[in-house]
DNA sequence: CGTGTGCCCTGACAGC
DNA sequence: TGCTGTCAGGGCACAC
């Protein structure tokens, strides 16, 4: 699930039980996913309270008044279960508050749970050599064409780089492609000007809507059993092979691998 | 430096 | 019913 827009209505489902609230109780029932666990982690998280919430590309963030945030990743896999009816053999970390159990639940275990100092989150390695927000302002034609000269790969390849945008995966760029009318191969320092000044909005527009696709099912996100809040998905191109294009201009949605993931698109009118 | 490859891990699903 | 192969929304180390 967790793309850009799955991260912020996780982290928003978050907010709205653990914002303000101090933890009770940090329990590790397996101290590592993609790498292991801060060995502070136990001792800084209990009796801390939660002073926000926040995001930074795929990344969530949980700000506490020990002037510590837990950063946490979701790989491919995780998801957070607040008050979950049973135990999943996956819950890797649960949090407890007065009110609430959040479990953070990971079965590939691709995801990561980091401490850092609140002041020095910009500079902290992982998001020092990230890109600008998509949904902020610095993101533009004008920032993408700079990015992009002189680049021979793939513009599929280019927008999955986090260094150049930070937070889009693999389905979001491939709607935003096909919404701007840009093939996949294409090489990143061709796209023409105009393809830019699409792609952009175009960009923005499938992460909002995605979001707020997301934000409809926090109710789900929040239910006793725990189960994510899941999109209702109308997807244009991803997992479409076969089926014909929504443009309706006698297209079949092909699928082919870069850089070892599938991309999807029109063949008629993505150029 | 830019670019390409393989791997981390578990689960779901198709085909036999 | 069970086996096997393939694929999955991410990121990183490493080779050239």
């Not at 939660?50 to 945030?69: E, F, M, P």
């Not at 508050?97 to 590939?108: G, K, M």
Request: include cysteine; aromatic fraction near 8%; charged fraction near 25%.
């Amino acid at each position: 699930m967790p793309e850009l827009p799955e991260v912020e209505t996780t982290v928003r489902g978050l907010a709205r039980f653990l914002d303000g609230e101090r933890i009770t109780r940090v329990r590790v029932n397996r101290a590592d996913l993609r790498r292991p666990f801060p060995p502070e982690l136990v001792q800084v998280l209990t009796g801390a309270q939660v002073t926000g919430l926040g995001r930074r590309a795929k990344y969530g963030l949980i700000h506490t008044d020990r002037d510590q945030t837990m950063v946490f990743h979701l790989g491919m896999s995780g998801r957070w279960r607040i008050d979950p009816a049973d135990a999943d053999r996956h819950d890797h970390l649960v949090l407890e508050t007065a009110h609430n159990r959040f479990a953070l639940c990971d079965p590939r275990r691709f995801g990561s749970v980091d401490l850092v100092e609140t002041g020095e989150l910009d500079c902290w390695a992982p998001f020092a050599a990230l890109g600008p927000e998509p949904l902020g302002d610095e993101f533009s034609a004008t920032y993408l064409k700079s990015a992009l000269i002189g680049r021979k790969q793939a513009i599929k390849l280019c927008l999955l780089d986090q260094r150049i945008v930070a937070g889009l995966g693999n389905i979001y760029v491939c709607e935003a492609l096909w919404r701007a009318g840009i093939h996949p191969r294409k090489a990143g320092g061709k796209v023409t000007r105009p393809q830019l000044e699409r792609l952009v909005p175009a960009i923005r527009l499938v992460l909002e809507q995605s979001i707020r696709d997301g934000g409809s099912t926090l109710r789900d996100y929040a239910a006793p059993d725990g189960a994510l809040g899941y999109f209702a998905c109308s997807f244009d191109v991803y997992g479409r092979e076969g089926e014909a294009c929504h443009r309706d201009d006698g297209g079949v949605i092909r699928r082919f691998a870069q850089g070892g993931r599938s991309s999807w698109f029109c063949a008629t009118c993505q150029r």
